[in-house]
């Protein structure tokens, strides 16, 4: 245990915070045995000096290194002492230093953070330098310093020591209150009239209690450790009995007599491990209330930090939110041997999508479907468009044809089949990563919602463009180089050697976009799946895009499904449409039938709802459609 | 990147005059009377009155501290009121032991940590688990105290170890790998797992990103999406925990010399703060901070190697 773990420690969602929260501990285990660990120790901190049956400093000089039993409970040390009354002297000692490291800590930490979370500027800068000249001082070589200083005070070290780790206080606190600050209750609060100090007692407070009281406990565990290790060096105060004090006399008696090492290993051991599990226990307590599998998914979370899956979906899933990622092990496709126990898939349509259902399992096993039954066909060159609100299934419907569901989906009935291959044969409960693995990338191809978190930050964008030609279709990079000029050039992007060389970050949004489009269409695919292509975009911009995607599919004759909760969309681009509404095909059918003449209640709704206020769709009417 | 490197050092420099200004003030205002420390009970007033006069006590702070800073800016950080020893001399037969612990040790945690927490995140079942308890316990148990236990039982019980080191001036290879490796083995023990686990959550973290699953929709390979990609991304975080627990080491490897009996820069340390041996304090905090300054600026610059973003600004 080290200082830096202490500050790497926690990292705790200020949302999961208002939970009852001691329940939740004494159901976990290990939580139960620290807090009954912890319980002792301190009854033997309050009651050690009085239930002792020698002062700590009484020797027998006669009866020195004397094996436990008899008079002595655990044996005497080289001076003759007790060691059962030494060890509960030190309880106290030990303990009280502790908790003066950790209330210094927090008594710097707490309000350094919350100024700087709230009001930021000036201070926050400041704070922010102070924090990072304390982490990059070497603790211990510090402590020894002050011990030249002040002499063998464990009081002394303690403050210091609490000074030296408040950054991880400050961190957390000012974290916690950053997220909440912007939220919306707390913008109320401030319209309403309460005062910064009120707002901040209030709203703010309430969200880093918990993280604190779980610092606490590890920074406790800490102190224990450094202080120990301090006296252990042979720097504590030898007039009082403190665990590390004993730690040393043991080990310069390490021949003699081994056992008097165990004693104060045992309780510095015991203590500091409890300290930690119990900081652990409540961590996952708090955590409770999100949780869906194991307890690794819930450590996942929480030292991740974030816990964003598919940004922009609909309908993930809460499963997906936390559950532990793998990887399927048959994760080289092109190397695998072709799966011959699978029929072959009626080829009448490019794509067949028959009775699909997909769920997530839930935590008490049962299945949480969130597609049901859903059937359609795309032919090649054709544009179908699903449309549906969010959390109706069709993003999960596009990333089951694309074999990119979160690890944990399962296929729970229907097909998948594209050009005759099934990759989800009738039974299979998961998309079979070898047969889609053939097609992804080769045939079927996507493009993403948001262009800027789709690009890998780290590498050029010529890098990405060319890459999976160089993969996919096994041509040399020079050739894959001009191919991507090229198909740069046709998504209308102007200095096309200039966009090769820079990074994600040094493009716009909508360029973003474009080289994704270029991206899907580098390897003359017979079939691209457009999640919401132009969402994330700029009013403008999605126009030009619309316009790109329409002008790329006339030019390559490439079947498309697009994915919009927008009408307007698929009335510009769509040939067909599948309505979608909680998982189910609400209707389907032409465009124009669909648009003219809806049948069902919810896509009049949905056409309504957006056409309120606009103008009516004259040109279609018209059957004016380009 | 010149420039960069530039402010990045001057920073360094600031950081190192503020943290020797602080300490020496500390060190100005102890109690201990040093000259008496030096010449023990026996001697009388005047000769302790001379001894102060001679080492310079008797000068106000400022006098003090630029005397010292003006000759360790020429590279003289004086000599051990105790022993005499230059403290430059002291140091360089101390500082190769210390930093060869501290860079073994790391070196095999940050390989070792990132192949467990790569195969934790990716594989998941029995290795993950195993890094999950072992972070648990590794933070749990203080290092110094599994270092006691380890050489309880591998040196002292069972003797497959020298106890005390054999590490001397002119010793041979053997020696050093002897009495090495049980403190590196305690150490990356103590540090592998948590390191980790947390190497495992920048993998996680960097596998559920959009861009991931663009490139697998690109038909990239798994593998080449973890080493190409994953693994890039993950490893800013994985530097800035590893560089964090270098320099928690840095403190750490005190205790661990102490245990082991390696003549390293530690019990210089212990001895020297003890007797209130003001040079060679001064040395000691000097080189820890440095070390401290480099290894941050390595990070620095690593992580401006592998994120352009960095690398722009």
New interface residues.
């Given amino acids: 245990?080290?200082?830096?773990?202490a500050?790497?420690?926690t990292a705790v969602h200020p949302e999961a915070v208002r939970v009852p929260l001691w329940r939740r501990l004494v159901r976990n285990p290990l939580g139960v045995v620290a807090l009954v660990i912890l319980a002792l120790v301190a009854l033997g901190a309050i009651f050690g000096p009085l239930i002792a049956p020698f002062d700590q400093n009484f020797a027998t000089i006669t009866d020195t290194l004397a094996p436990p039993g008899g008079e002595h409970l655990l044996g005497t040390d080289s001076a003759g002492r007790d060691v059962w009354s030494r060890l509960l002297y030190g309880a106290q000692l030990t303990t009280l230093s502790a908790l003066l490291c950790a209330a210094v800590a927090i008594a710097i930490g707490l309000p350094a953070g919350l100024i700087a979370g709230y009001y930021g500027g000036a201070f926050d800068a400041s704070a922010n330098w102070v924090t990072s000249?304390l982490?990059?001082?070497?603790?211990?070589?510090?402590l020894?310093?002050?011990?030249?200083?002040?002499?063998p005070s464990v009081w002394w070290s303690m403050v210091v020591f609490g000074i030296l780790i408040s950054p991880s206080f400050f961190r957390l606190t000012r974290t916690a209150v950053q997220s909440v600050r912007g939220e919306l209750y707390v913008d109320a609060a401030r319209v309403s009239g309460l005062s910064d100090a009120r707002i901040i007692g209030r709203h703010i407070i309430s969200v880093v209690r918990a993280p604190l009281i779980i610092q606490a406990a590890?920074v406790a565990?800490v102190a224990?450790?450094v202080q120990?290790?301090l006296e252990?060096?042979?720097?504590g105060d030898p007039a009082k009995a403190t665990w590390g004090v004993m730690?040393n006399e043991g080990?310069r008696n390490?021949?003699l007599a081994?056992q008097l090492?165990l004693w104060p290993?045992l309780a510095?051991?015991l203590t500091?491990?409890s300290l930690?599990?119990l900081g652990?226990a409540l961590r996952d307590a708090l955590e409770g209330g999100q949780r869906t599998q194991g307890?690794?998914a819930r450590?996942?979370v929480t030292?991740?930090?974030?816990?964003?899956?598919?940004?922009?979906s609909d309908a993930v899933p809460s499963a997906s939110v936390t559950t532990?990622?793998?990887?399927?092990?048959t994760?080289?496709?092109?190397r695998a041997p072709r799966d011959l126990s699978v029929p072959a898939a009626p080829a009448d349509h490019l794509l067949e999508v028959s009775s699909l259902a997909i769920g997530y399992p839930r935590q008490d096993g049962s299945m949480r479907q969130v597609v049901h039954d859903v059937s359609f066909a795309v032919d090649r060159g054709e544009v179908l468009g699903i449309v549906g609100e969010s959390g109706s299934g069709k993003s999960q419907t596009a990333f089951a044809i694309?074999g990119?569901l979160p690890p944990e989906a399962r296929i729970l009935g229907g097909s998948v089949a594209f050009d005759g291959t099934f990759t989800v044969a009738p039974g299979e409960d998961r998309v079979s990563p070898v047969r889609i693995?053939e097609l992804?990338?080769?045939r079927i191809?996507?493009i993403?919602q948001?262009p800027m978190?789709?690009?890998?930050?780290?590498?050029t964008i010529g890098a990405q463009l060319t890459?999976?030609m160089v993969?996919?279709l096994g041509i040399p990079k020079a050739e894959a180089h001009e191919r991507a000029l090229d198909l740069l050039r046709k998504v209308g992007i102007v200095d096309p050697a200039r966009t090769m060389r820079a990074?994600p970050?040094?493009v716009s949004g909508g360029m973003a976009q474009r080289v994704?489009i270029a991206?899907a269409m580098s390897?003359e695919p017979d079939l691209i799946i457009a999640d919401e292509p132009t969402t994330a975009l700029d009013v403008t911009v999605q126009a030009e895009v619309l316009d790109l995607l329409r002008a790329m599919q006339q030019d390559l004759q490439v079947a498309v499904i697009l994915v919009t909760h927008n009408f307007g969309v698929v009335a510009d681009l769509a040939d067909r449409v599948v309505v979608m509404n909680t998982g189910r095909v609400v209707e389907s059918g032409p465009v124009r039938d669909i648009l003219r003449n809806p049948q069902e209640q919810y896509t009049q709704t949905l056409l309504g709802s957006m056409l309120v206020g606009k103008e009516p769709m004259t040109m279609l009417t018209k059957g004016g459609r380009s | 990147m010149v420039a960069f490197i530039l402010k990045r050092l001057g920073a360094g420099i600031v950081l190192l005059v503020a943290i020797a200004v602080l300490t020496y003030a500390l060190l100005f205002f102890s109690g201990t009377n040093i000259a008496r420390n030096i010449l023990g009970d026996m001697a009388t007033d005047e000769q302790v009155a001379l001894k102060q006069a001679e080492l310079g006590l008797d000068q106000p702070l400022f006098t003090r501290f630029f005397g010292w800073a003006g000759s360790a800016v020429q590279g003289d950080l004086g000599t051990s009121w105790f022993s005499s020893e230059a403290v430059v001399q002291a140091l360089a037969t101390r500082l190769p032991v210390t930093l060869t612990l501290v860079i073994v040790s790391m070196t095999l945690v940050a390989v070792i940590a990132t192949l467990l927490g790569m195969a934790a995140a990716v594989k998941g079942g029995w290795v993950d688990r195993v890094v999950q308890v072992g972070a648990v316990i590794g933070d749990a148990i203080p290092g110094f105290v599994l270092a006691i236990i380890l050489v309880t039982v591998f040196a002292i019980q069972l003797g497959v170890f020298p106890a005390v080191s054999t590490i001397s001036p002119g010793a041979g290879a053997a020696a050093w790998v002897a009495s090495m490796t049980l403190p590196v083995i305690a150490i990356v023990i103590n540090y592998v797992t948590s390191s980790a686990q947390q190497i495992r959550s920048a993998v996680i973290d960097q596998y559920r990103r959009d861009y991931v699953r663009t490139l697998r929709s690109r038909g990239i390979s798994e593998r080449e999406i973890l080493f190409r990609h994953v693994l890039r991304s993950a490893s800013p975080a994985g530097l800035t925990i590893i560089s964090l627990q270098f320099i928690g080491l840095l403190g750490g490897v005190v205790i661990i010399e102490q245990i082991f009996a390696l003549p390293g820069i530690g019990p210089l340390a212990i001895n020297a703060t003890a007797l209130g041996d003001i040079p060679i304090v001064m040395g000691v905090v000097l080189v820890t901070v440095t070390v401290v300054i480099i290894v941050n600026l390595l990070v620095d610059l690593a992580n401006g190697a592998l994120n352009p973003k960095v690398r722009v600004s």
């Fill in positions: 245990m080290s200082e830096s773990e500050l790497t420690a000249l982490m990059s001082l070497p603790g211990i070589i510090v020894l310093s002050v011990r030249a200083v002040t002499g590890i565990g224990i450790a120990s290790g252990f060096l042979g720097l730690l080990f390490i021949y081994p090492l290993v510095i051991g500091v491990g930690v599990l652990n307890r690794r450590r996942a030292s991740g930090g974030r816990a964003v899956m598919a940004a922009g532990n990622l793998r990887v399927p092990r994760g080289m496709p092109r694309l990119l693995g992804r990338g080769k191809s996507y993403p948001e978190s789709n690009l890998d930050p780290a590498f890459r999976p993969a996919v990074y970050h040094e994704l991206g390897c």
